[in-house]
C-alpha cells in the first residue's frame, strides 16, 4: 500500500470520527423550549398545571361521545334527540342492541379514556416528589385519583376487566385484569379522594368545578351500588345527604341549565367556556347540545349554552 493510500485512509478515518462524535452530539442535544416528561411537572405551578390536564381528559368529546351510547342510550336513562338520522352510525346501533366488536365510536372512547388515566398517573407518581404545600399536593393527588376511578369506572361497566396502567412508563403488553381488580383500584382511588378532598364549599370561586369530597362519596355509593354492596353504598350516599352540602334546584331547569352551574344540586360537573374547541376551553356540549332556561330583562326566553 502506498503512502499516499494510508494518508488518504487516516483522514477518512478522522472525518468519519468527528462526524459520529458531532451526530452523538447533535442528537443528545436537550429539547429547547418543549415540556418533556423527564422535566414536567417539578415544581408547584406544574403540579397545578398536571392536575388542571386531569379535567381536560374528561371535556374531551371522544370521552363523552363514546360514553353516552352504552351507558345512557342502551339503558333508556337518555335518548339521542334531534334529527333521527343524526349520528345515526354511532347511536342507533346501541338503541337497538345490535352493536358489533368495531362498533363505530368504541375505539375513539376506548383510547381517550387511556388518555385520561395517562394525564392521572403523571399527577399521581410525580407530583408526590415535588417540593411544595403539603396540604395542596395532598389535594391535587386526590383530584387525580378521583378521575381516575371515574375514568375506570367507565372502563369496568362497558368492557368488564381492562389492561391496569397505573405508572407514566407501563410495560408494552399488559395483561386484562379481571373485573374484581380493576375494582379494587376503584375503590382505593375514590377512598384517598374521599379522605382528602375539600367539600365544595372550601374551595375558592376560582376553583369551583374541582372534584370534591361530596363527589368522592357519591361516586363511591354508585361503585358499591353496582357490586351489590348495599351497606357501604347506603353509608357513602348518607355522607352526602348528611354533609348537608347539596339539595335541590328551587327551579327545576336550573338544575340543568346555565343558572345552576356548580349549584347546590351540582355534585360534579365538566366545566366549559361558551367557545369554539377544546383547546380553547370550550366543549362540544357547551356549543350545541341543548339549551338553558334564562329570561331576558323584557321577559323573553334566551337560549344560552347548557354545560
Known amino acids: 500500500?502506498?503512502?499516499?493510500?494510508?494518508?488518504?485512509?487516516?483522514?477518512?478515518?478522522?472525518?468519519l470520527t468527528l462526524?459520529?462524535?458531532?451526530?452523538?452530539?447533535?442528537?443528545?442535544?436537550?429539547?429547547?423550549?418543549?415540556?418533556?416528561?423527564?422535566?414536567?411537572?417539578?415544581?408547584?405551578?406544574?403540579?397545578?398545571?398536571?392536575t388542571n390536564a386531569c379535567y381536560e381528559a374528561v371535556r374531551e368529546w371522544s370521552y363523552n361521545s363514546g360514553g353516552y351510547p352504552i351507558l345512557d342510550i342502551m339503558s333508556d336513562d337518555a335518548r339521542k334527540g334531534s334529527n333521527p338520522s343524526d349520528q345515526s352510525n354511532t347511536v342507533g346501533a346501541y338503541d337497538k342492541f345490535a352493536i358489533t366488536t368495531t362498533q363505530d365510536g368504541l375505539d375513539r372512547w376506548w383510547?381517550?379514556?387511556?388518555?385520561?388515566?395517562?394525564?392521572?398517573?403523571?399527577?399521581?407518581?410525580?407530583?408526590?416528589?415535588?417540593?411544595?404545600?403539603?396540604?395542596?399536593?395532598?389535594?391535587?393527588?386526590?383530584?387525580?385519583?378521583?378521575?381516575?376511578?371515574?375514568?375506570?369506572f367507565d372502563f369496568v361497566r362497558a368492557w368488564g376487566g381492562v389492561p391496569l396502567v397505573t405508572t407514566t412508563t407501563p410495560p408494552l403488553k399488559l395483561a386484562q385484569a379481571t373485573v374484581d381488580q380493576?375494582?379494587?383500584?376503584?375503590?382505593?382511588?375514590?377512598?384517598?379522594?374521599?379522605?382528602?378532598?375539600?367539600?365544595?364549599?372550601?374551595?375558592?370561586?376560582?376553583?369551583?368545578?374541582r372534584a370534591t369530597k361530596g363527589a368522592a362519596r357519591s361516586l363511591l355509593a354508585k361503585v358499591y351500588l353496582?357490586?351489590?354492596?348495599?351497606?357501604?353504598?347506603?353509608?357513602?350516599?348518607?355522607?352526602?345527604?348528611n354533609s348537608s352540602k347539596y339539595g335541590l334546584e328551587p327551579v327545576f331547569t336550573n338544575a340543568n341549565g346555565i343558572n345552576g352551574q356548580n349549584g347546590i344540586e351540582s355534585i360534579f360537573e365538566v366545566g366549559a367556556l361558551q367557545v369554539e374547541g377544546t383547546e380553547n376551553g370550550g366543549n362540544q356540549y357547551a356549543n350545541t347540545q341543548g339549551s338553558g332556561e334564562t329570561r331576558t330583562e323584557d321577559g323573553d326566553l334566551a337560549d344560552l349554552p347548557s354545560i
Do not use: W
Open 1 to 15: 500500500m502506498t503512502s499516499r493510500a494510508i494518508k488518504y485512509i487516516i483522514l477518512l478515518t478522522a472525518a
Open 19 to 50: 462526524l459520529f462524535t458531532g451526530c452523538k452530539k447533535f442528537l443528545e442535544k436537550e429539547p429547547q423550549g418543549l415540556l418533556t416528561e423527564q422535566f414536567f411537572p417539578t415544581t408547584a405551578t406544574d403540579a397545578l398545571q398536571a
Open 111 to 152: 383510547a381517550a379514556l387511556y388518555v385520561g388515566v395517562k394525564y392521572t398517573n403523571v399527577v399521581i407518581e410525580k407530583v408526590p416528589a415535588i417540593n411544595m404545600d403539603n396540604n395542596l399536593k395532598t389535594r391535587y393527588i386526590a383530584e387525580a385519583q378521583f378521575i381516575r376511578g371515574l375514568i375506570y
Open 182 to 209: 380493576v375494582y379494587a383500584l376503584i375503590i382505593n382511588d375514590l377512598t384517598f379522594a374521599a379522605d382528602n378532598l375539600p367539600e365544595k364549599n372550601e374551595y375558592a370561586a376560582a376553583d369551583l368545578g
Open 226 to 241: 353496582f357490586r351489590h354492596d348495599f351497606v357501604n353504598a347506603e353509608k357513602y350516599a348518607m355522607d352526602v345527604i
